[in-house]
């Protein structure tokens, strides 16, 4: 399964309570890509003394070295005997969607980001199962309905789970999410979700000049606000 979500959202304290609950029946592997410093990995190792390991992407995406290194990273997990894998997006780009066909996809983002924060995140939302809405003590009931509607308003029938994931409360609707999730095809054939961004830009190859006059392909001028590029 593949849990993303913009930083500081609070994927690594969802992702400790659904290895309490899954380490019940399954041993579970534990992946964290992120681009130049990460940390969870230990931090896990430690608490539950399950196989987990990081992986950098350095100058690539993050969300394009997730799709890259997924076959090798199921058959590491294979090869330590555990039968779940969790792998955590770092989480940086809000248009690459990380979810794979086949496996489940799981949205964390915190409550405190603003009503307007599903708007902006919203391949990530879409393509993913379940969002997973964290750190909702703080914040009134009111607005958790209006973060909630927001939600609605990218995806009317996504399922939505709202938690104070440190103390873990309200996760049972998710657990059961996990429990009846499908067991994940042959990692050959597993695909990314949703269409990523075009890769091929003149920037993405590296060329630094500024100014659309000196690109090619799909370009950006200032006056194109109502012409975005959409892919499919």
Same mark, same amino acid.
């Given at each position: 399964?593949?849990?993303?979500?913009?930083?500081?959202?609070?994927?690594?304290?969802?992702?400790?309570?659904?290895?309490?609950?899954?380490?019940?029946?399954?041993?579970?592997?534990?992946?964290?890509?992120?681009?130049?410093?990460?940390?969870?990995?230990?931090?896990?190792?430690?608490?539950? %003394? $399950?196989?987990?390991?990081?992986?950098?992407? +350095?100058?690539?995406? *993050?969300?394009? #070295?997730?799709? =890259? /290194? @997924?076959?090798?990273?199921?058959?590491?997990?294979?090869?330590?005997?555990?039968?779940?894998?969790?792998?955590?997006?770092?989480?940086?780009?809000?248009?690459?969607?990380?979810?794979?066909?086949?496996?489940? %996809? $799981?949205?964390?983002?915190?409550?405190?980001? +603003?009503?307007?924060? *599903?708007?902006? #995140?919203?391949? =990530? /939302? @879409?393509?993913?199962?379940?969002?997973?809405?964290?750190?909702?003590?703080?914040?009134?009931?009111?607005?958790?309905?209006?973060?909630?509607?927001?939600?609605?308003?990218?995806?009317?029938?996504?399922?939505?789970?709202?938690?104070?994931?440190?103390?873990?409360? +309200?996760?049972?609707?998710?657990?059961?999410?996990?429990?009846?999730?499908?067991?994940?095809?042959?990692?050959?054939?597993?695909?990314?979700?949703?269409?990523?961004?075009?890769?091929?830009?003149?920037?993405?190859?590296?060329?630094?000049?500024?100014?659309?006059?000196?690109?090619?392909?799909?370009?950006?001028?200032?006056?194109?606000?109502?012409?975005?590029?959409?892919?499919?």
């Amino acid at each position: 399964m593949v849990v993303a979500g913009p930083p500081s959202s609070g994927k690594t304290a969802v992702i400790k309570q659904m290895i309490r609950h899954l380490g019940e029946r399954d041993r579970v592997a534990y992946l964290k890509i992120d681009v130049v410093a990460a940390f969870e990995d230990e931090e896990i190792r430690k608490e539950f %003394g $399950i196989p987990a390991r990081k992986v950098y992407s +350095g100058d690539m995406c *993050p969300d394009h #070295m997730g799709i =890259m /290194i @997924t076959e090798d990273a199921v058959s590491w997990a294979e090869r330590e005997g555990a039968s779940v894998l969790i792998i955590e997006s770092a989480g940086l780009c809000l248009r690459c969607t990380p979810y794979l066909s086949g496996a489940l %996809g $799981i949205c964390v983002i915190s409550s405190l980001a +603003g009503t307007h924060a *599903p708007l902006k #995140m919203a391949p =990530m /939302i @879409t393509f993913s199962d379940v969002c997973v809405v964290t750190k909702t003590d703080l914040i009134s009931q009111a607005e958790k309905e209006v973060f909630r509607e927001s939600i609605r308003r990218v995806s009317k029938d996504m399922d939505i789970v709202e938690t104070n994931a440190i103390q873990g409360t +309200g996760l049972k609707y998710l657990y059961r999410i996990l429990d009846s999730a499908p067991v994940c095809g042959d990692a050959g054939s597993l695909e990314l979700r949703g269409t990523p961004p075009l890769g091929v830009c003149t920037v993405c190859v590296g060329k630094k000049k500024a100014g659309w006059r000196n690109h090619f392909g799909v370009i950006r001028r200032l006056e194109d606000d109502d012409n975005i590029f959409n892919g499919e």
